[in-house]
């Protein structure tokens, strides 16, 4: 059983961070919680026949703080290998187009396997790009906080989650809308263009404008990190 103690963050893992920092009223409560723990375990009516509910290795998470989920690990087993064998048959859909549409023609297939292959080497690129970009971006904010004296400033201001959590996700839930939209754009214009079956113009490119909007977000994101 871990209890952990949430008052007086900042000198969790510190020299200063010693017994003498604990309340009293910490402890009389952490006792109380383990006292109603264990006489809810004691008349718990899974211990006439735990065997009834023996499953294992159990996973379990909480949604929100509002309830938890729960279930065996061999149920979680089945989730990941239906997700991989659901993974790889969008693969195989995307390279060999299962159903084939038959008013294609066989030089436009080998066409749309290139892209197929094109668009893959493009998504792994992206996805190790964002890695290294993302991780970057997480130490020069942790190195602006630490050198500007605003380090674990969010013990003392809570709104300070906002800005540090909710601001970020709220930015790159935008962006990723607009980049599925673009897509969607896109997708849309290759298929006019499949149906006039590669004449000599080409597809025509979509060009998309910087996003004036998300840098401004960055930028004024950037401000209420170092005020």
């Not at 030089?107 to 991780?135: C, Q, Y």
Request: net charge positive; aromatic share 14%; with cysteine.
């Amino acid at each position: 059983m871990d209890l952990a103690y949430i008052a007086n963050g900042y000198v969790y893992h510190t020299n200063y961070d010693t017994p003498a920092a604990v309340t009293p009223g910490s402890i009389q409560r952490a006792g109380d919680n383990i006292l109603a723990l264990v006489k809810s375990i004691v008349n718990s009516p899974f211990l006439a026949d735990p065997g009834e509910y023996h499953h294992g290795s159990m996973v379990f998470f909480n949604f929100l703080g509002i309830f938890v989920v729960h279930y065996p690990e061999r149920i979680g087993l089945v989730i990941n290998l239906t997700s991989a064998f659901v993974a790889v048959l969008c693969l195989m859909k995307k390279f060999l187009h299962f159903p084939a549409k038959r008013t294609i023609f066989e030089e436009g297939k080998v066409l749309r396997l290139s892209s197929g292959v094109g668009d893959l080497i493009i998504s792994l690129f992206i996805l190790l790009l964002s890695w290294i970009v993302g991780t970057s971006f997480s130490v020069a904010v942790g190195v602006l906080l630490t050198y500007s004296g605003h380090s674990l400033t969010w013990y003392c201001q809570s709104w300070h989650y906002t800005q540090h959590h909710l601001y970020w996700a709220l930015v790159w839930f935008i962006f990723s809308l607009r980049s599925l939209l673009w897509q969607r754009k896109k997708g849309k214009s290759c298929v006019r263009e499949e149906r006039r079956q590669h004449s000599s113009q080409g597809r025509a490119g979509t060009q998309t404008p910087p996003d004036v909007f998300i840098s401004v977000l960055c930028a004024f994101g950037v401000v209420l990190l170092t005020s």
